[in-house]
């Protein structure tokens, strides 16, 4: 018989025949690991039986036994000396996994730097490299992956799990990579198994994740000051320093109702490049207009760009809004003073109970210190975060943030509450075109109380998806003796 694997087994058949003329049984008798079918049987004067020998060894050594067939009746049978001996060998099976990079104990397949959204697939070889030439059986691998954290999702994947591998020779194996979160390095184990075999051998997979590098050329956008009726236009860059294709969304109206719009809402920007927008300034009323809108990057951050600009009319030319005023407001707003409007400040001024700092901030007498990077508060303010932290407190509310209509024309409520000290003046901006549309434009708020706006959605076309943002300003009301004053609160 031939060579094989532990574990295996292999079959070879033979032919017993009856040479007599009477119709004769048999009966066979062989140690393990030889198995013999069919073990007894009669034959026909003449005829043959195919006999079928299983050798199905447990350990690795050389087998030698012979058979013993005994024919003939139970009362005269007689035993049969001229069976062949029965010779095998059994081997331990050996495989083995043949990559790239090598670390002890394993083999190591680095997949690289790689970009998100995107996959590669890499290739190893599991060799069977048995010296045995003429082997008949060949070497089953099981390759899965090692046990992982319950909460950690596999980015590797590799769809050969069960095969075989003939001797002397090579299987190739498809290993893909596809990355799921953004600068983080993955690290996976697959272990290779042979039925039989003494040990196993492991392949450890790496890859990183790289993901688009944006910036804006600059936080602020200036837009000056713009008289009534009139509007202004400013550029600005979206870089991208990544390899890695970047895809951004300005968090506007799509539609351009806003007081502050850009050209290009959305899109994509190409690796090691750049893209140049064009915003423009169209006030309705004269005041000082601040908006932070938010660049959403897929797959990152977003970004902030803060965008400010005044509006002047024959009747009313309020401060000319600067970028130094917007760090001076950060400054204000760690410290818990923006809710207070700009009299009562200037009171506290004049009682030294405020003083200013070096950087033109107002600083109470007992100074309270956040812990609070400029980022943290940049995400806490646009996703609503930690609004109990009285030092971010927005200065008002609204509820509820967003609007669902199922079918038109319907109308709802929005409530706006003015959680400062100071009398505040909602303006709403007008969306003449638009299917929305809220009333009052404009109202005036006291301390601590709410109001209720109606919002109404008369759609002009049925079957269509509408959406828009209802932009509201507010500003604070200060009268002096010269009559009111309005300073906007961002």
């Known amino acids: 018989m031939k060579i094989i694997s532990i574990i295996l087994f292999f079959n070879t058949v033979y032919l017993l025949f009856c040479s007599s003329k009477l119709r004769t049984g048999f009966q066979w008798v062989v140690e ?77 397949l680095e997949f690289g730097r790689i970009a998100i959204g995107s996959s590669l697939e890499k290739h190893i070889e599991i060799c069977n490299p048995s010296p045995v030439s003429n082997c008949v059986t060949s070497g089953i691998l099981s390759l899965h992956k090692t046990k992982m954290p319950a909460l950690m999702e596999s980015v590797f994947q590799c769809d050969v799990q069960k095969g075989h591998v003939a001797p002397h020779s090579v299987l190739a194996v498809p290993v ?65 320093s990544s390899t890695v294709l970047a895809h951004y969304q300005f968090d506007m109206d799509p539609r351009g109702y806003g007081v502050f719009t850009v050209d290009q809402i959305s899109g994509t920007i190409a690796a090691n490049s750049s893209l140049t927008l064009h915003l423009r300034f169209r006030p309705h009323h004269s005041i000082a207009y601040h908006r932070r809108t938010a660049c959403l990057i897929l797959h990152r951050e977003p970004l902030f760009l803060d965008l400010i600009g005044t509006c002047h009319s024959e009747q009313l030319k309020p401060a000319i809004l600067c970028p130094r005023h917007l760090r001076v407001y950060r400054l204000n707003l760690l410290r818990g003073l923006t809710c207070y409007p700009p009299d009562i400040l200037s009171a506290m001024l004049d009682e030294h109970k405020l003083q200013l700092d070096e950087k033109g901030g107002l600083v109470l007498q007992e ?28 200065p008002n509310e609204m509820q509820p943030s967003e609007l669902t209509f199922y079918a038109g024309p319907a109308s709802q409520s929005v409530s706006i509450t003015n959680h400062t000290k100071g009398k505040l003046t909602l303006l709403w901006t007008p969306a003449s075109d638009s299917p929305f549309s809220i009333g009052p434009l404009s109202c005036d708020l006291s301390p601590l109380k709410s109001t209720d706006f109606r919002v109404t959605y008369t759609p002009r076309q049925h079957n269509i998806f509408h959406a828009a943002q209802l932009e509201c300003f507010a500003v604070y009301k200060v009268k002096y003796w010269s009559g009111f004053s309005f300073f906007s609160i961002f």
Do not use: W
Request: net charge negative.
């Open 32 to 108: 393990q690991p030889f198995e013999l079918s069919p073990v007894s049987g009669s034959l026909e004067p003449g005829g043959a039986q195919k006999v079928t020998v299983t050798f199905k060894p447990q350990k690795a050594l050389v087998y030698q036994t012979e058979a013993t067939c005994t024919f003939g009746d139970d009362n005269e049978s007689i035993v049969c000396n001229s069976m062949p001996s029965m010779f095998s060998l059994a081997k331990y099976p050996y495989l083995q996994i043949i990559s790239p990079g090598q670390e002890e104990d394993c083999g190591v």
């Open 367 to 394: 100074v309270c210190v956040y812990d609070k990077t400029p980022n943290n508060i940049n995400l806490e303010e646009y996703f609503h975060s930690n609004i109990t932290d009285n030092a971010l407190a927005r």
């Open 176 to 240: 893909c990579f596809t990355p799921l979160t953004v600068d983080t390095t993955s690290v996976e184990y697959f272990s290779l198994t042979c039925p039989g075999a003494l040990s196993k051998d492991l392949l450890k997979v790496t890859g990183s994740c790289i993901g688009p590098v944006v910036s804006l050329s600059s936080s602020v956008v200036d837009f000056g000051c713009v008289e009534e009726g009139g509007e202004a236009t400013r550029v600005i860059h979206v870089i991208n």
